[in-house]
Nanobody, 122 residues
Framework: QVQLVESGGGSVQAGGSLKLSCAAS?????MAWFRQAPGKEREWVAT????????YYADSVKGRSTISQDNGKNAVYLQMDDLTPDDTAMYYC??????????????????WGQGTQVTVSS
């Protein structure tokens, strides 16, 4: 069983930055961030392999976001810069403790946090 707790969301103006945090309890192999805007499907944002540190990004955030981890704290972070109103969504942390090859598929992640809201105003 893995429990995930996100924090760090908030309201910012376009062009601003936020750093989301996800504290995990339990063993994980892949950690990811997803987001869901009202009326839209949940969208993959970024993934990190906790063993090799490899990172993967959706095109929509590539170059503006950085996913990182602190193994000592069993935490994952998502630094988001140059935010736009299109980034407004509930952001969820997700964990996959089984796969060695990380994926962007929502169905691959067994554990989810409660979400943290990010609102970007123009």
């Amino acid at each position: 069983q893995v429990q995930l707790v996100e924090s760090g969301g908030g309201s910012v103006q376009a062009g601003g930055s936020l750093k989301l945090s996800c504290a995990a309890s339990g063993y994980t192999r892949c950690m990811a961030w997803f987001r869901q805007a009202p009326g839209k499907e949940r969208e993959w944002v970024a993934t990190i392999g906790t063993g090799d540190g490899r990172t993967y990004y959706a095109d929509s955030v590539k170059g503006r976001s950085t996913i990182s981890q602190d193994n000592g704290k069993n935490a994952v972070y998502l630094q988001m810069d140059d935010l736009t109103p299109d980034d407004t969504a509930m952001y969820y942390c997700a964990a996959d403790p089984f796969r060695w090859s990380c994926t962007m598929r929502t169905s691959a992640y067994n554990y989810w946090g409660q979400g943290t809201q990010v609102t970007v105003s123009s």
